[in-house]
């Protein structure tokens, strides 16, 4: 079974840049959410995608955008890049349909905004 | 509003003295409550999720219970490569049988001493 994969591991971007974050789902796996993790703080919900729909949208400006394609994997789009939007980019998939909609979460992306 | 909320911030152990990390939480109907595991730079690894006061799960030195108001991760006789951050979330039951998102709180940094 693969585990959630994504990439890059670190990206270095400078403010008012635009970034793709790219995000492939655990193997059966048909849902995907995104979050954000600043330095000591827990995870904040981004959104989440299934079946190529945005299906809930955490308090994050339209900058942040996304996509799920028909493999399920996944794209988060970041657009005019902030200082603050520096970060730990943490991708989860799930089964929508499992009773503990357990979430696995992948190894993230760390950007950097200069 | 929903939130978690994990006591203590930060926990130092002497290997093999066991202790308890709290996770209070608040939410308009709790759909489940889990337990990650988050090392530095990576991320959260699930270790559990509980869905009904009461239920206890276990998983070598962890155990994790839950109440109506508060879930506790129990660890006996640590050992210094339990070492981690570990992070609670809950998920509300959503409308329209929509998947719903994790609600983290700030997490506990253990550190276990040889």
């Known amino acids: 079974e693969t585990g959630v994969t994504q990439s890059p591991t670190h990206l270095i971007k400078t403010r008012g840049q635009q970034v793709t974050l790219r995000c492939s789902s655990q193997s059966g796996h048909n849902t995907v959410s995104w979050y954000q993790q600043a330095l000591g703080q827990g995870p904040q919900f981004i959104f989440q995608y299934y079946r190529e729909e945005e299906n809930g949208r955490g308090n994050f400006p339209p900058r942040f955008s996304g996509l799920q394609f028909p493999n399920y994997s996944s794209e988060l789009n970041v657009n005019a890049l902030e200082l603050d939007d520096s970060a730990l980019y943490l991708c989860?998939?799930?089964?929508?349909?499992?009773?503990?909609?357990?979430?696995?979460f992948g190894p993230g992306t760390r950007l950097t905004v200069l | 509003e929903d939130q978690v909320t994990q006591s203590p911030e930060a926990l130092r152990l002497q290997e093999g003295e066991s202790s308890s990390l709290n996770c209070s939480y608040t939410?308009?109907?709790?759909?489940?409550l889990f337990w990650y595991r988050q090392d530095p730079g990576k991320g959260p690894e699930f270790l559990f999720t509980l869905y009904s006061a009461g239920e206890e799960k276990e998983k070598e030195r962890l155990k994790a219970t839950l109440t109506k108001k508060e879930s506790f991760l129990h660890i006996t006789a640590p050992k210094p490569e339990d070492s981690a951050t570990y992070l609670c979330a809950v998920q509300a039951r959503s409308y329209g049988g929509s998947q719903g998102n994790l609600i983290f709180g700030k997490g506990t940094k253990l550190s276990v001493k040889p």
């Open positions: 989860a998939s799930s089964l929508e349909f499992s009773r503990g909609n357990e979430q696995f």
């Open positions: 939410v308009s109907g709790l759909r489940g």
